[in-house]
């Protein structure tokens, strides 16, 4: 039942992306950014006792598309810009040094927005899927409900800065999210 509901949703948002793909291009309101994202990944199997957690960093890029008054709908594609070190822990009392990355984060998002004046306060909502790797323990990846928000700051007729928080995965004891900066521009 899950993966039905799932399935539709997906569905949903790839018509919600054709329609306002076609709905933006009369309306002229696309915009794109480019970010640096301080990231953290926690992996945690309570019935071992195994519990590891890194901050690594991302570049993100966004291209988003505003069809209608508060409405958005964005894409998010995320790499690897570096890895953190980790001490993992299990049942036996050792533990093991390595280093967690998150290789990729693509996400597909519906979006609102409210602007006041030069600056807009925004939110996000959608399923993105990541791939995390600790070495040592193994990779994984998987897609999971993704949401988010933040601030961005519009001085003029295009050029923007923002900064967010967004939660993309939370699901069989892995947790990614992560704090982004970024720059864009608004076409």
């Given at each position: 039942?899950?993966?039905?509901?799932?399935?539709?949703?997906?569905?949903?948002?790839?018509?919600?992306v054709?329609?306002?793909?076609?709905?933006?291009?009369?309306?002229q309101?696309?915009?794109?950014?480019?970010?640096?994202?301080?990231?953290s990944?926690?992996?945690?199997?309570?019935?071992?006792?195994?519990?590891?957690?890194?901050?690594?960093?991302?570049?993100?890029?966004?291209?988003?598309?505003?069809?209608?008054?508060?409405?958005?709908?964005?894409g998010?594609?995320?790499?690897?810009?570096?890895?953190?070190?980790?001490?993992?822990?299990?049942?036996?009392?050792?533990?093991?040094?390595?280093?967690?990355?998150?290789?990729?984060?693509?996400?597909?998002?519906?979006?609102?927005h409210?602007?006041?004046?030069?600056?807009e306060?925004?939110?996000?909502?959608?399923?993105?899927?990541?791939?995390v790797?600790?070495?040592?323990?193994?990779?994984?990846?998987?897609s999971?409900?993704?949401?988010?928000?933040?601030?961005?700051?519009?001085?003029?007729?295009?050029?923007t800065?923002?900064?967010?928080?967004?939660n993309?995965?939370?699901?069989?004891?892995?947790?990614?999210?992560?704090?982004?900066?970024?720059?864009g521009?608004?076409?």
């Amino acid at each position: 039942m899950k993966s039905a509901h799932l399935h539709h949703l997906k569905h949903l948002m790839l018509a919600a992306v054709a329609v306002g793909g076609a709905q933006a291009a009369m309306a002229q309101s696309v915009y794109g950014e480019v970010g640096y994202a301080a990231m953290s990944t926690r992996l945690s199997v309570p019935l071992i006792g195994l519990s590891a957690e890194a901050k690594p960093t991302m570049v993100r890029a966004l291209v988003g598309v505003s069809p209608l008054g508060g409405l958005s709908i964005e894409g998010i594609a995320s790499g690897s810009l570096s890895s953190d070190s980790f001490v993992s822990s299990g049942s036996s009392s050792t533990a093991q040094l390595g280093d967690a990355k998150v290789s990729q984060i693509l996400g597909l998002y519906v979006g609102s927005h409210l602007g006041l004046g030069p600056v807009e306060l925004f939110g996000r909502a959608g399923w993105a899927k990541s791939e995390v790797k600790f070495n040592g323990l193994g990779t994984g990846n998987d897609s999971d409900f993704s949401y988010g928000g933040g601030i961005r700051l519009i001085p003029g007729d295009t050029l923007t800065f923002s900064a967010d928080y967004m939660n993309y995965l939370n699901k069989g004891g892995a947790r990614i999210e992560g704090y982004t900066l970024s720059v864009g521009m608004k076409f």
